[in-house]
């Protein structure tokens, strides 16, 4: 397969005698959803190049392939990286892999992908399990598009800036969380969307899968009151902005449309009291405290 541009924009070609760098999917959980076409691509490289060798290990035993296996994570990548393109350049075909799912997305992989291309060293991918697919194709949220964001910061001061640049998108958003970020990066979450609907998938492909599709107030309550079990890994799938584009539309389509009309529309849409009045004062330009009132009298 030949690159015809490098990340600078110029034409490459990759050398006939150069080795190819396969990028290869591995399951992230029940390892039977390897695929044919990486469990051929992992027994024919000359190397394999894993996030954590030992779990790596692992999988190549549970395939019977006894391939070589060298390190390649965050810590050694910038190093490890030039020798294993002058390796493919000498014609072995290299196979990065990471812990579970796709090397690159929140994974390493960039900087060797990156330095491939601009080498005119191919790059070939192995697609296969994927966590982010896995939780949206079970997902009940009505969407055509969503954003992935993958980890967000560690740092909470950091983590809600980047969660408040999020706010306004009207497609929903997944997250990877990891267990000890857990309850407060809900927190964080709730503290900058409000009480949205979430669905909450956890260990994924494994013995003990679960999904939960709830409010992030209610399952910010179980996480507190020990109703939750969250040891394992999480993807967090965060329904998107109703508002953003139902509001749009009613007030294009129905300029005349009455508050009475309007709140029963946004209330349909599964959109809390606080939310509704949020909405109805940008529109009408009325006091929150008024709305609030008005809102449960007529209920």
Known sequence: MCRDFGTDGTAVSSDPMYGTLYIVATPIGNL?????????TLRKVSTVAAEDTRRTRTLLSHLDIKTKIISYHQHNEARRAPSLIADIKDGQDIALVTDAGTPGISDPGRVIINMAFEQGVDVVPIPGASAVTATLSVCPFLYDRYLFYGFLP???????KSLDKLRGYDMPVVFFISPHKLSETIEDIYEIFGNRRVFLAKEITKIY????????????????????NIRGEFTLVLEGDARTDNTKTDT???????????????????????DTVDVLSTIFKLSKKELYKSLIDNQ
């Open 154 to 160: 560690a740092k909470r001061t950091v983590r809600k």
């Open 252 to 274: 294009i389509s129905n300029p005349d449309l009455d508050m009475h009309t309007l709140t029963k529309k946004l209330q349909s849409k599964g959109l809390s009291k606080k």
């Open 209 to 228: 899968e679960s999904f939960q599709l709830d409010t992030l107030a209610n399952i910010l309550s179980a996480i507190r009151e020990n109703r939750t």
């Open 32 to 40: 039977d959803d390897i695929t044919l076409r990486a469990i051929d």
